[in-house]
Each structure stands twice: as structure tokens, then as C-alpha cells.
């Protein structure tokens, strides 16, 4: 379910990609994609990039030969992603495509107001700011939004009917990301009591702070993991396999993935 969703999504997010490409096609003999992301091109995006291309190719556009595309990687480092936005709008791409959450959309939207901007989220563009509208975006911005952190409680819900045996849940947060911090944690610890769960709450926002926390997890071995949604916490996937490892437990879920798109 997880990669037919991610699939669905990229397609779009390619097909979004492509509109002003076309537009702005006659202006350049290579239009370029500015492709701005949080983290890094490692294993972890290596599929979701393969498939944006392949949606773009579908879109009639083939990286290299009608269609160049600029990427910028912040490393888990957000405060590059505005330098880095900047850098795209002076390369003059047709179109700046942001994953990976509201850092890079917010930077991207506040290097140019001219440039169209394709951004993917896990909350509510509208209570971010991002966009007017679902309906009528406004301005140059239009992008997917995952509902991931919307469905805070039924996530748990889920969790909760795969292992009816547990007791006691991790709950890893990124407090870097107020906004998703504040409605996971808010609508996480209720949902929990309703359930009977025990939340243990965990920070991180660092790679050193991840595998901290992981080190808690293999310590203290609760019945299950809840992860907020958030870009840095794939840099956990090895540890996750540690952890199932140490506990013999692969108690897990990532919870139901919705996506509804702005425009």
C-alpha cells in the first residue's frame, strides 16, 4: 500500500512538475527543473527519484535530452535550503519542485514569487500558510499533502489493532518541525488514553539525536514504534532493523497513507 501510494503520488507530483515546463518550453532549448530536497540522494530517495523521472518521461519529458534538472540537497541541514532555493531561482529553472516537508517549500517560496513551486507535505498546507485554498492555491505554489499527520489518531488506532498485546509506545517527534510536532503530540497522547496505551516521547532532530533515541528503543524495548512524519527519521531505518533485531519483535507500522493534492 505504502509504494502504490508513493508511486501515485510521485506520477502526480512529475505531472505537476511537467505543466510549467511545457509552458516555458519555447523560452529555452532545455528547460530546467530546479529539484530542491532536505535530505540527501541516498538509498532511502534513490526510488522516489527514479519513479519523478520516470513520471516525467511519461509527462513526454527524458532527463538530458529535452529536460535538465538541477538538484540541491540540504543533508539534513535546514538552514541551507534558503541559499539553495536562491541558487535554483538564479539558475532560472522553469519550475522548483520541493519533498520532503514545509522547510523547503517555505524556502522556495521565499526565494521568488514567480516561479511555480511544486511541494509535497504530511499536514494541512492551508493551516501552514502555504496556499490559500486546497481549491485555489493562490500564487505559485500547488503541491500534495499526505494527511499523514491529519490522521494522527486513526494511525494509532491501526497500530493498536496490529498488536492488540501493547502496552507501552515510543513516539518519535522531530521538534525542529513545530507545527508537526504540535498536532502529532496533540492528537497522538489522547488518541493513546482512548486506546489504553502508555506514550513514551522521544526528540530528535539530528542525525546523532536519531540514533540516540534508537538507543532508548533497543533499551528500554517498548511494544512499538509511532513516528511522526518527518524527512530526518529515514536516516532511523538501520537502526530500526537493530532494534528488530535486539527485541525479536517487529512490531511496526507506518500507519494508513492518504494524499490529497492543492489545485
Same mark, same amino acid.
Given at each position: 500500500m505504502f509504494d502504490m501510494k508513493r508511486r501515485e503520488f510521485i506520477t502526480l507530483l512529475g505531472g505537476a512538475a511537467a505543466w510549467p515546463v511545457a509552458a516555458r518550453?519555447?523560452?529555452?532549448?532545455?528547460?530546467?527543473i530546479g529539484f530542491l530536497g532536505a535530505t540527501s540522494p541516498d538509498a532511502a530517495n534513490?526510488?522516489?527519484?527514479?519513479?519523478?523521472?520516470? @513520471?516525467?518521461k511519461e509527462s513526454g519529458y527524458v532527463e538530458g535530452e529535452n529536460v535538465a534538472i538541477e538538484?540541491?540537497?540540504a543533508d539534513n541541514q535546514l538552514d541551507l535550503l534558503p541559499a539553495l532555493a536562491a541558487e535554483l531561482v538564479r539558475?532560472?529553472?522553469a519550475v522548483i519542485v520541493t519533498i520532503e516537508g514545509p522547510p523547503a517549500a517555505f524556502a522556495a517560496k521565499a526565494a521568488t514569487t514567480t516561479i511555480p513551486i511544486v511541494f509535497t507535505v504530511s499536514d494541512?498546507?492551508?493551516r501552514l500558510g502555504l496556499v490559500a485554498s486546497l481549491a485555489r492555491p493562490g500564487s505559485n505554489?500547488?503541491?500534495i499533502d499526505f494527511v499523514s499527520t491529519e490522521l494522527v489518531a486513526k494511525r494509532l488506532e491501526l497500530l493498536r489493532a496490529l498488536v492488540p498485546t501493547a502496552t507501552r509506545v515510543a513516539v518519535l517527534v522531530n521538534p525542529a518541525n513545530t @507545527?508537526?510536532?504540535?498536532t502529532t503530540l496533540r492528537d497522538v497522547e489522547p488518541a493513546a488514553r482512548a486506546v489504553g496505551l502508555q506514550v513514551q516521547v522521544l526528540n530528535a532532530d539530528t542525525s546523532h539525536e536519531i540514533d540516540a533515541a534508537f538507543a532508548t528503543i533497543v533499551r528500554e524495548r517498548p511494544d512499538a514504534l509511532f513516528s511522526a512524519s518527518?524527512?530526518?527519521?529515514?536516516a532511523g531505518v538501520s537502526n530500526w532493523s537493530n532494534w528488530r533485531h535486539a527485541t525479536q519483535s517487529p512490531r511496526h507500522t507506518r500507519g494508513a497513507n492518504m494524499s490529497k493534492s492543492a489545485g
Open positions: 518550453a519555447q523560452q529555452s532549448a532545455m528547460p530546467v534513490a526510488d522516489l527519484l527514479r519513479v519523478f523521472r520516470q @513520471a516525467l538538484y540541491r540537497w539558475r532560472k529553472v494541512d498546507p492551508v505554489l500547488t503541491g @507545527a508537526n510536532t504540535e518527518s524527512p530526518y527519521f529515514l
